[in-house]
């Protein structure tokens, strides 16, 4: 990583500005708080801005990863605003949903302020990685005049199904630990220095006003008019400007990468590398590679008139791995960069592959093959998403999980073979229960019998026609369901084989259903299809850079933060319990005078035999001081199963120099509906 101190503009940081919007129909009129890099000379020679805008706290939260970004992008002619959302960080205002329209039209009125200042020329771009992903390609459906380019890394199109709250109809774990996340963060107190003695008054009102989110996430749980809202899968036509779509394999939102290259009509161009949910110059697993220079160009052609040969770039450029040995903590992918210079591509073509006895394009055999997975099965598989650390949260070792499966095989491969693109699993199926799910794994067993999982889906056998109208299955009944596999690019070695693994559970990442479900197979019945590249396929010109930032905010540790997943077992009981201790520690910034401080742990327990004792608690404890002040909360949240009902609690205390200052709590069931 090469540390950048120097740039052709001298840059000029603002360390907060007041951006003023409208009441927007949930609260009144506001000032958004922003950081703020621009070139010097801004005023006598305007430029493009460019704006991320997130709930995760200007001041601090982000603080880190913000300077190696910002300056650096400011120091090449722009002025960058990092925006805190109404009612975070500094903004002023209450903390609301996520992406909300008022969220939107707080954005909208910004970009047609920053537009009008005399440091600004006028063009906008907007980016951001997840939330800040999200709401560029939102805001871009809206077409604000000024608005010229964005670019979204790791964020979705489609809210119902590939984001934290639900895969194709399965209620997700994520759904309730983002909850929690959200509880944690956005009653956060401003900091005084910048908002004044009011900061007391704000951080109280934002305590009252915001509660545990996951009554609306969990009350959601159909692909209904919540869901459809802000996602821009309902209408890639209303995005005009030019996109530059960015995702990892190991993240949890790659879909969004390739679809939104096959629809957006105007200019688009994808870029998927083997990292997790980060930013590609900070990439894990590696390589990484120079984020901050590709963004340059875009902008630049977009924001400046510029030709800097993206328009000529190819479609989509993609990481493309090698067959490689499970492990949750590797640092590396083995593989190449590979390209298309159109997508869908003309020479991916769709290899129709069916299952046998447990065999997979060999020994074709109609047989009938039942699975009632134990409840601990996925455990291997702990993260929907990874966060790209070097903590275990790629999936490990699939031989376990595997043998609570339906494992179909396919002959070691004499040749190479590699796919890209979204596989689709058909399985042919009957259950026992009106109510149930499967988790699907495409995996690469090596000759020496470890078993590496290449892509996967979870879900729900209810949702197979309509989301939005899930319907009871009657048991016995021979059904059929496609499932869409993440979107992958995979090289199987020679000798190698492929596997399919069938489960009726993927704990912790799935909810279980409300029931014990017995899965039968028809294997004539069900088929993988492959979407098989040539390995031969020459690749269109392109160059990647080695990654490059500017220096991270100065400061120190204050506490030492671990990140570590470990699993008990009850030999006497079979309950399984999985705690992530996710301590990030603490860290003084010196040129603010504030430390920051967080510790997470989250406990999930099961029964191998009992869906109905899926439990998990999460908690949080956070720490902002300043000079002459200290805020704390601590939150605490649980869930519990019922057939019928998730029994949720909540509770919320918040400390201003030791003394307890706010404590609510929440205890509310909410109805189970096919999830």
Known sequence: MRIVNEFPHAVRHVENIWIPVPANGTDGAANLAARMWLPQDAEQNPVPAIIEC?????????????DEMHPYTAGHGYAVLRIDLRGTGESEGLPDDEYTVAEQDDLIAAIAWIAAQPWCSGNVGMMGISWGGFNSLQVAARQPEALKAIITVDASDDRYNDDVHYMQGVLLHDNFSWACAMYAYAVLPPDPELVGERWRQMWQGRLRHYRFPFRIWGGHQRRDAYWRQASVIEDYSAIKCAVFAVGGWEDGYSNAVPRLCQHIKGPVKGWVGPWGHTYPHNGLPGPAAGFLQEALRWWDQWLKDKDTGVTKDPKIIAWMNDSYAPDPCAMERPGRWIAENAWPSPRIATETVKFGRHTLGHAPEAVSLSVNSPQTCGLSSVEWCSYGGSDGDYPSEQRGDDGMSLCFDGLPLKDRCEIFGMPVVELAFAVDKPVARVAVRLNDVAPDGASTRVTFCVFSLNHKDDQANPQDLVPGQRYVARIPLNYIAHAF??????????????????????EAVTLTLFTEGCHLELPVRPTAAKDPAFDLAEPEKAPHAPGHVTREGSSKREARIDIATGETVLINHKDAGGYHFSDIGITSDCRVIETYRIKPNDPLSYHVEISYEQMLKG??????????????????????????DAYDNGTRIFSDQEAYDLKRDYC
Do not use: C
């Open 627 to 652: 000079p002459d002040w200290e805020a704390r909360t601590v939150s605490v949240a649980s869930l519990t199963t019922r057939k019928d009902v998730f029994r949720i609690a909540a509770r919320m």
């Open 54 to 66: 997130v709930p995760y706290r200007k001041r601090d939260g982000l603080r880190f990863r913000d």
């Open 493 to 514: 070695l020679p000798g190698h084989r492929l596997r399919v693994a069938v489960s009726t559970n993927y704990w912790p990442m799935m909810m279980p259903a409300p």
